[in-house]
């Protein structure tokens, strides 16, 4: 093994964690009282379905945005604006807030420590923007430890693309069959990685595995 490429969000990156904390500060704003584990339930959909639709190329990545509030203002009992800019006014208060809440895992710097003790080339392969994606990165402290990110929006094709896996490796200098993909996403980060050609290991936090765990079991 000459590399490990890294998910970000929801591996790396609390995606969830630093979402649900955003809901609590920002739905009492829109009028929606406290956040609700209906809320919390409301948004995820939102956002799972028309960020999907970005990447399928059918939304602009704004334009996802404003499918989101369109499907989640409801919920919280709040009128939805007909004008995007009305929309993408809303959305800026959830923007506003988001990055205050942005945390790092417990397991994700000692993996990349051990991945770098090990002599191995670190990248992050993510679905989402170059400028989030990064910003993420040195937030939360992992920035200076890795050496390639590959953003969706960057390579123009996302997972579970091979060109996606393949991309990545080649910007690592490695071979696919030298590198290992770890991520939450069993589809898009497992199987997609191994049709590709590299190796894969599935980050399942709910049955107890870390990502030292994966790292060191190479």
Same mark, same amino acid.
């Given at each position: 093994?000459?590399?490990?490429?890294?998910?970000?969000?929801?591996?790396?990156?609390?995606?969830?964690?630093?979402?649900?904390?955003?809901?609590?500060?920002?739905?009492?704003? @829109?009028?929606?009282?406290?956040?609700?584990?209906?809320?919390?339930?409301?948004?995820?959909?939102?956002?799972?379905? &028309?960020?999907?639709?970005? !990447?399928?190329?059918?939304?602009?990545?704004?334009?996802?945005?404003?499918?989101? %509030?369109?499907?989640?203002?409801? *919920?919280?009992?709040?009128?939805?604006? $007909?004008?995007?800019?009305? #929309?993408?006014?809303?959305?800026?208060?959830?923007?506003?807030?988001?990055?205050?809440?942005?945390?790092?895992?417990?397991?994700? @710097?000692? /993996? #990349?420590?051990? *991945?770098?003790? &090990?002599?191995?080339?670190?990248?992050?392969? $993510? &679905?989402? $923007?170059?400028?989030?994606?990064?910003? +993420?990165?040195?937030?939360?402290? #992992?920035?200076?430890?890795?050496?390639?990110?590959?953003?969706?929006? =960057? !390579?123009?094709?996302?997972?579970?693309?091979?060109?996606?896996?393949?991309? $990545?490796?080649?910007? %690592?200098?490695?071979?696919?069959?030298? *590198?290992?993909?770890? =991520?939450? &996403?069993?589809? +898009?980060?497992?199987?997609?990685?191994? *049709?590709?050609? %590299?190796?894969?290991?599935?980050?399942?936090? /709910?049955?107890?595995?870390? @990502?030292?765990?994966?790292?060191?079991?190479?």
């Amino acid at each position: 093994m000459k590399a490990v490429i890294f998910d970000l969000d929801d591996t790396l990156f609390d995606h969830y964690s630093s979402v649900v904390a955003t809901l609590r500060a920002w739905v009492p704003v @829109l009028g929606g009282g406290e956040l609700t584990d209906e809320h919390v339930a409301q948004w995820f959909v939102a956002e799972h379905r &028309n960020f999907e639709l970005w !990447l399928a190329g059918e939304l602009s990545h704004q334009d996802q945005r404003r499918g989101r %509030l369109r499907d989640f203002l409801p *919920a919280v009992g709040h009128p939805v604006p $007909t004008g995007d800019a009305e #929309l993408d006014e809303i959305f800026s208060g959830f923007l506003d807030r988001y990055p205050q809440y942005w945390t790092a895992f417990p397991d994700a @710097l000692p /993996a #990349l420590e051990v *991945a770098k003790s &090990n002599g191995w080339r670190i990248g992050v392969l $993510t &679905n989402g $923007t170059v400028g989030q994606q990064n910003a +993420k990165l040195a937030a939360i402290g #992992l920035a200076g430890h890795i050496d390639v990110v590959s953003t969706s929006e =960057g !390579l123009g094709v996302s997972k579970p693309v091979p060109e996606s896996y393949l991309l $990545t490796c080649a910007a %690592l200098g490695v071979d696919p069959a030298d *590198a290992l993909m770890i =991520g939450d &996403n069993l589809e +898009k980060d497992v199987l997609g990685a191994r *049709a590709a050609g %590299l190796a894969a290991e599935h980050l399942d936090r /709910a049955a107890g595995i870390t @990502l030292t765990q994966l790292v060191r079991a190479v």
